[in-house]
């Protein structure tokens, strides 16, 4: 079975511009998570989504939005992009989100690497 | 708030051998899940093992296994017969409930080099 697949790999943009970043889930999961990683850091919880409702935002400015389709895919955008924007993108995918209680298990895929020029 | 805490930015470990990466974590929750992940070069989190707060036995997965200490609030990987293909970063994370949903708090991870 596939896996997370996450489009493009690498994206490189000039300050001020928008990006889409997009993501398709394991077959079946219905929860999709989206997560920032700076280099050197772990990651940072940015979004989750489930059943195509927002059900939690991390401490990110408005700048930052998501949004996921009836088929369960999902896109990140980036508005107004900042040199601090750079960094390794991950979604994540789960098969219940909080309704699959403590053992609901997030797969990741390979991320998209975002450079902001 | 719930922390994650890797102290080791970096290990090394000869090959066939085992090593102990450590994550020590942070919460008031009676119910929590850990979880640790490999992040090779190519930047994918890799899921390796997870641990429940009310399991009653430690967690093991093929050559991985968690050192689960509940009142020493600690969570440690064990690799065993090390293999260069290990070589790679190891994030501890913990679930944390939001209302209504929940994220994973990651630690700053474990750089692990296997040497032949």
């Known amino acids: 079975d596939a896996g997370v697949t996450q489009s493009p790999t690498h994206l490189i943009k000039t300050r001020g511009q928008h990006v889409t970043l997009r993501c398709s889930p394991i077959?079946?999961?219905?929860?999709v998570s989206w997560y920032q990683q700076v280099l050197g850091q772990g990651p940072q919880f940015i979004f989750q989504?489930?059943?195509?409702?927002?059900?939690g935002r991390g401490n990110f400015p408005d700048r930052f939005s998501a949004r996921q389709f009836p088929n369960y895919s999902s896109e990140l955008n980036v508005n107004a992009l900042l040199l601090g924007d750079s960094a390794l993108y991950l979604c994540?995918?789960?098969?219940?989100?909080?309704?699959?209680?403590?053992?609901?298990?997030?797969?990741f895929g390979p991320g998209t690497r975002l450079t902001v020029l | 708030a719930q922390k994650i805490t890797q102290t080791q930015p970096g290990m090394f470990v000869q090959e066939k051998e085992a090593v102990t990466l450590d994550c020590t974590y942070d919460?008031?929750?009676?119910?929590?899940?850990l979880f640790w992940y490999k992040q090779p070069s190519s930047g994918e989190m890799i899921f390796l093992i997870y641990?429940?707060?009310?399991?009653?036995q430690n967690a093991t997965e093929g050559r991985y296994s968690l050192n689960f200490q509940k009142a020493r609030k600690s969570a440690n990987l064990v690799i065993s017969a090390s293999q260069l293909g290990d070589s790679a970063m190891y994030f501890c994370?913990?679930?944390?409930?939001?209302?209504?949903?929940?994220?994973?708090?990651f630690g700053t991870g474990t750089r692990l080099k296997v040497l032949a």
């Open positions: 077959s079946g999961h219905k929860s």
């Open positions: 989504y489930y059943e195509k409702e927002e059900r």
């Open positions: 641990q429940g707060s009310y399991d009653q």
């Open positions: 919460t008031s929750d009676p119910s929590y899940g």
């Open positions: 994540a995918s789960s098969l219940a989100g909080l309704a699959g209680g403590y053992t609901d298990t997030q797969y």
């Open positions: 994370a913990m679930r944390e409930d939001l209302s209504g949903t929940y994220k994973y708090i």
